[in-house]
């Protein structure tokens, strides 16, 4: 049983992260996971393995779907998304492109505008750059421009943000970049259910969607009910969820940054904080309302990203809490971003560049008023 | 029995009331005929990596009476539109086609609605040759209701999806790879039709059409890229901005043919050729020998990187609507009359689109938020001041 217990301790970590933190019953509930890790009543599956379910099932559902990027048939994926995919569906499904982002980001977008629906991968979104264009004048703009006429029901995809080590030129968060443009649906997913629901949705949708990965996420395991893993799940489109539930402050954030929330409630729950943790899921469109109402609940608003902070994500939370719930605030508006610079190599600098766990929790603390802790934060 | 044929042709068309003026004096009728008729195209081909089509054209004496007609509207159609935007009822950017009708005329006369067509901003004619009408133009580039695409889109944002022409696009070679995208679907989906992809000579120097090449190349794509050459891009002549001028041949391992963009019956050669080809081996580039009688845009008086003498010179020597007027005259297929009787009721056709796109409304307020998504979720959106314009988007 111990054995069973080691083995699954990733399993076991991800369930108490998840869900409604540390209680007794969701203990129980780890217990009978890690016994029997196939359970009838769900799954753990990695965030990797939900996107490359959700495009399988999409692909089969509907014959006009298909994936191009670079590596993306034969190499199976650069981080193995598409892995099977093209022994399954064949090259004429799945294609692997020169790397030529602007051209064949353009072929995806005109396909689109025919009535086929593409899935573009960008190895990186910092890549997608070469391509930019094509996202904002081509796809996101002709179905206004067109009145109606031309629709682009197409799924720009691929992972966004900082990895490890790879520096300035391969870190960058584009977020907020594409989340300004009207027509572009833009999505963040975290876990497992997320990276799934919005996935599915994504290819279903008639519009262009920028679907922001994390390289980091690709192999965290997270677990899903059955309800997930069934071909009909989706998520709705331009809602948030609540991770967790809280009364005294409101973290807003997305992607990878709501893991580090969510152990940052659970450190702050030791002190009497109790954090409620917004997983936002959609930048665009972006759901005010679950925001908003989570603010004027607890009256504390913190919003937390990994990219870069002049006229970020969390610039357009905070404004629109404090246009929206100016009365309800106990305390100013406050953000935890990626630092202002291009990201460092070394790994103290890059440490430095991105916001960690401490300083979620200080914040925190900041906005209740509370002595800072002398002591070095356990994270 | 070919004559009795002809005659009833003839006869459905008067009945249409087109084509024959009411008042001739002239003994032989305006000719409506299909019987084929061969004719020599003057300029000949130039083929790269390919062997050029023959320069003996099967055309008729109904099809030129078309050409002559349809290119005729879309002249005095682009003169409206210059008297327009002096009178400042078109705003913005006005890029006008007169002096290049025949490459769209020419197309059109190979391709069919199984075809599809993307261009740059150069668009109101190859709108029209699509199935679009000259109101619809008119009305969009006055942003009134009536356009094409409901006032919101302008002179550079026409479209016609059901008649396969995908704009209309205002940045300089986006259309190339886009067009690469409408041959892959066409393919995909087993459509029996090529994409003619088309760009100026100022975007053939563009990176991603080469990137479009490469993949259509690789692909085997039914697109044919077709350079409208009209030697200025803006105000760059050709020599200034292009190593190698010679369009036809840039795409290296792609075929190409060098056009008389001036004959819509070489036009309609070489697009049929091309298609041809395309369906069976995938891209083909066709350089379109054209001329723009006006500057580039309105902005634009177009003689200071050209001289007058030279636009003149084109008007007379190679005139496409001139070209065909003396074909059908020398062949006796119209007289001068019938020429002018067709003239007047074209040019009658555009004054009447044009005093009824004057009288089309401007679009509604609520249309700024309108087809933003096609699905929108019930999202929000605002106007320039939120507390006072929020809007669940439609």
Not at chain 1, 305 to 331: K, M, N, R, T
Not at chain 2, 303 to 331: A, C, F, M, N, W
């Amino acid at each position: 049983m111990l054995a069973a217990f080691g083995k699954n301790r990733a399993l076991v970590s991800s369930l108490l992260r998840g869900g409604n933190g540390g209680d007794g019953a969701s203990a129980a509930a780890v217990w009978a996971v890690s016994k029997r890790f196939m359970s009838a009543s769900g799954d753990s599956i990695t965030v990797r393995e939900a996107l490359n379910s959700a495009i399988d099932e999409e692909m089969t559902a509907d014959s006009k779907v298909f994936v191009m990027g670079e590596e993306v048939g034969e190499y199976q994926g650069a981080y193995k998304v598409t892995k099977g995919l093209l022994q399954k569906f064949g090259p004429d499904r799945v294609l692997d492109t020169p790397i030529t982002e602007a051209g064949f980001t353009g072929l995806g977008v005109g396909a689109a505008m025919y009535g086929l629906k593409p899935i573009v991968e960008f190895m990186t979104f910092n890549f997608a750059m070469q391509a930019i264009d094509h996202l904002i004048n081509s796809a996101a703009k002709t179905n206004y421009m067109s009145g109606g006429t031309i629709n682009v029901p197409i799924v720009f995809r691929g992972p966004n943000g900082a990895a490890a080590g790879v520096a300035a030129q391969h870190s960058q968060c584009f977020a907020a970049w594409y989340g300004q443009v009207p027509g572009l649906k833009v999505l963040v997913p975290y876990d497992a259910e997320d990276a799934r629901g919005l996935m599915k949705a994504a290819i279903r949708d008639p519009d262009p969607v920028v679907f922001l990965e994390n390289e980091l996420l690709y192999g965290e395991s997270f677990p899903v009910s059955k309800e997930v893993l069934d071909p009909s799940f989706t998520l709705p489109i331009g809602k948030a969820k609540i991770m967790r539930e809280g009364s005294d402050l409101t973290i807003v954030t997305f992607s990878k940054m709501v893991g580090y929330a969510l152990k940052a409630a659970d450190e702050l729950a030791k002190e009497g904080i109790s954090v409620e943790v917004v997983n936002l899921r959609s930048i665009r469109p972006l759901d005010r309302e679950t925001i908003n109402a989570s603010v004027r609940k607890t009256s504390r608003l913190l919003c937390l990203e990994e990219g870069w902070p002049q006229h970020g994500v969390c610039a357009e939370i905070c404004a629109s809490v404090v246009e929206e719930s100016f009365y309800y605030l106990d305390a100013p508006v406050e953000r935890i971003c990626g630092a202002d610079v291009p990201m460092p190599y070394a790994a103290n600098l890059e440490r430095l560049a991105v916001p960690q766990i401490d300083d979620v929790i200080r914040a925190a603390r900041r906005i209740c008023f509370r002595k800072q802790d002398k002591r070095k934060a356990t994270a | 029995m070919a004559l009795r044929q002809a005659w009833q042709k003839a006869g459905k068309v008067l009945n249409g009331g087109a084509l024959v003026s009411p008042g001739s004096t002239f003994a032989r009728a305006l000719s409506t005929s299909s019987d084929p008729l061969t004719l020599e195209i003057p300029v000949p081909f130039k083929g790269h990596k390919v062997d050029p089509p023959s320069s003996t054209v099967e055309t008729s004496a109904a099809e030129l009476v078309d050409f002559f007609r349809t290119m005729f509207v879309m002249r005095r159609m682009e003169i409206a539109a210059d008297s327009l935007y002096k009178s400042k009822f078109i705003r913005g950017f006005c890029h006008l086609y007169d002096g290049q009708e025949a490459v769209c005329v020419g197309m059109e006369a190979a391709l069919n609605d199984k075809d599809c067509i993307i261009t740059a901003y150069r668009d109101h004619c190859t709108h029209l040759g699509r199935g679009g009408t000259v109101l619809e133009v008119f009305a969009e580039l006055m942003g009134r209701k009536d356009g094409c695409s409901l006032g919101k889109g302008g002179s550079m944002h026409m479209y016609n999806k059901k008649g396969g022409f995908y704009g209309g696009n205002g940045i300089v070679g986006a259309q190339t790879p886009l067009g690469a995208g409408l041959a892959f679907a066409q393919k995909y989906l087993k459509v029996d039709g090529v994409t003619l992809a088309m760009y100026g000579d100022g975007a053939a120097n563009q990176g991603q059409l080469f990137e479009a090449m490469n993949i259509s190349a690789l692909w085997d794509l039914p697109v044919i890229y077709v350079c409208e050459n009209n030697h200025y891009g803006m105000g760059t002549a050709e020599w200034r901005s292009a190593k190698s001028p010679e369009y036809y041949k840039r795409g290296d391992y792609v075929p190409g043919l060098k056009v008389d963009g001036m004959d819509c019956l070489a036009v309609k050669q070489a697009v049929k050729f091309a298609k041809e080809y395309s369906l069976k081996n995938g891209p083909m580039v066709l350089e379109m020998d054209t001329y723009r009688y006006h500057g580039h845009s309105m902005s634009d008086p177009g003689s200071t990187y050209r001289t007058r003498d030279e636009i003149s010179g084109v008007r007379q020597e190679r005139d496409p609507i001139e070209r065909i007027r003396k074909l059908l005259l020398s062949h006796e297929f119209a007289s001068v009359a019938d020429l002018k009787a067709i003239e007047k009721e074209a040019k009658k056709e555009v004054e009447d689109a044009l005093a009824k796109a004057k009288e089309s409304p401007s679009p509604d307020a609520p249309e700024l938020f309108s087809h933003i998504y096609r699905k929108s979720y019930g999202a929000e959106a605002y106007g320039a001041d939120r507390k006072e314009s929020t809007v669940k988007l439609p």
